[in-house]
C-alpha cells in the first residue's frame, strides 16, 4: 500500500485534486484496515469449527472500536441522511419555490431544502448573481468544481472565457443575471439524474418567473434540452431563437456551447461567435443593449 509519506508534495496535491474532482470528501475510517487479513482469519475461524461434533458458535472477529470510542481519535461531524427523489420531493420543491416572492427570498427556500440528494454532497449552494432587472438572463446546466470552490455560477477558467464572450458583444457579467439550472454540483461532474433534475426544475423555473427577462441565452447540451424539450445535441439545437415558456411568460431563447466545450474543442468557437452576435442582434431589437 503507498503511503502519503512515499509521494513527493506534487504527487500528493495531484492525488488529492483527483480525488476532489471525483467527488470523494469525506474519510469513512482514521486508520487503514486490512481486510484480506480479515478475511483469511474469518476463514480460518470456520475450518477450525467444522470438524466439532457439536455446534460450536462462529468464532467472531474482534470489532475494531468505531471511530467516536477511540480516545485519540475525534469523531467525524454527522452528515445528513440521502433524501429520497421521488415524488413527494418535486412536490416539496415546487411548493418551496412558489411560496418565495422575491429572488432573495427564493435564495433562502433554496438553501433551507433538503429534498435532493446532490446538496447532501455539494460544498455550496449556487444561485442567480447580477443583476435581474437587466431584462438578460444567461444559464448553465449545473456547477463544476471551481463554481462549487468560489460559491458562484460560471467561475473559474471557463468563467474568464465567458466574460470575454460576453465583452465580446458589449455585455458584463455584473451587468446581467447568470444562473444554473441545478444549484448543487453532481459529484464528479457526473449529468444529473432525471428525478434530480425535475426536483430543481421549479427553483429555476421560479427563477426565471421572478427575473423576468426579456431574452435568455441558454449554455451547453443539457440546458438546451431541459428547456426546449428536445434531444438534439447542442450542435442540432443551438443557433436558432425559440420561445419558451415559464408560468405565464413566453420568452425568446437561443442556445449555444457552453464555454468549457470551447475550452475542449476551441474549433468551435466560431460556432459560439456565431450564436453570440444573433444574441446581440436581438438584445437591441428589444432595446436591451444600445452599443
Not at 10 to 29: T, Y
Not at 215 to 232: H, M, Q, S
Request: aromatic share 6%.
Amino acid at each position: 500500500m503507498i503511503s502519503a509519506n512515499d509521494l513527493s508534495p506534487a504527487e500528493l496535491a495531484a492525488l488529492l485534486h483527483f480525488h476532489a474532482e471525483a467527488g470523494v470528501d469525506w474519510l469513512l475510517e482514521e486508520e487503514p484496515v486490512d481486510r484480506f487479513a480479515e478475511f483469511e482469519a474469518m476463514k480460518a475461524a470456520r475450518r477450525s469449527a467444522a470438524p466439532a461434533t457439536q455446534p460450536q458458535p462462529e468464532r467472531q472477529i474482534p470489532a475494531r472500536p468505531a471511530p467516536e470510542q477511540r480516545a485519540a481519535a475525534p469523531a467525524p461531524a454527522s452528515r445528513p441522511q440521502p433524501a429520497i427523489p421521488d415524488g413527494d420531493a418535486v412536490q416539496q420543491a415546487r411548493f418551496a419555490a412558489a411560496s418565495a416572492r422575491s429572488l432573495a427570498e427564493l435564495k433562502t427556500a433554496l438553501e433551507a431544502f433538503n429534498g435532493c440528494n446532490l446538496k447532501n454532497s455539494a460544498r455550496s449552494t449556487i444561485f442567480a448573481s447580477g443583476n435581474p432587472a437587466s431584462g438578460i438572463m444567461v444559464i448553465g446546466p449545473a456547477p463544476g468544481a471551481d463554481d462549487e470552490r468560489e460559491g458562484t455560477a460560471f467561475a473559474g477558467r471557463q468563467g474568464q472565457l465567458l466574460d470575454r464572450m460576453l465583452a465580446s458583444i458589449g455585455l458584463e457579467r455584473s451587468a446581467i443575471l447568470l444562473t444554473q439550472i441545478i444549484p448543487w454540483r453532481p459529484p464528479g461532474n457526473r449529468m444529473p439524474s432525471a428525478a434530480e433534475t425535475e426536483i430543481c426544475r421549479p427553483f429555476i423555473e421560479r427563477q426565471i418567473a421572478l427575473a423576468e427577462p426579456r431574452a435568455i441565452l441558454l449554455l451547453g447540451n443539457y440546458t438546451a434540452r431541459f428547456f426546449f424539450g428536445e434531444n438534439d445535441t447542442i450542435h442540432g439545437l443551438r443557433g436558432r431563437w425559440k420561445e419558451i415558456a415559464v408560468a405565464d411568460q413566453i420568452i425568446p431563447a437561443i442556445a449555444s456551447l457552453h464555454p468549457q466545450d470551447l475550452l475542449t474543442a476551441p474549433v468551435n468557437k466560431r460556432l459560439a461567435w456565431s450564436d453570440l452576435l444573433a444574441f446581440q442582434a436581438r438584445l437591441k431589437e428589444l432595446s436591451l443593449l444600445t452599443n
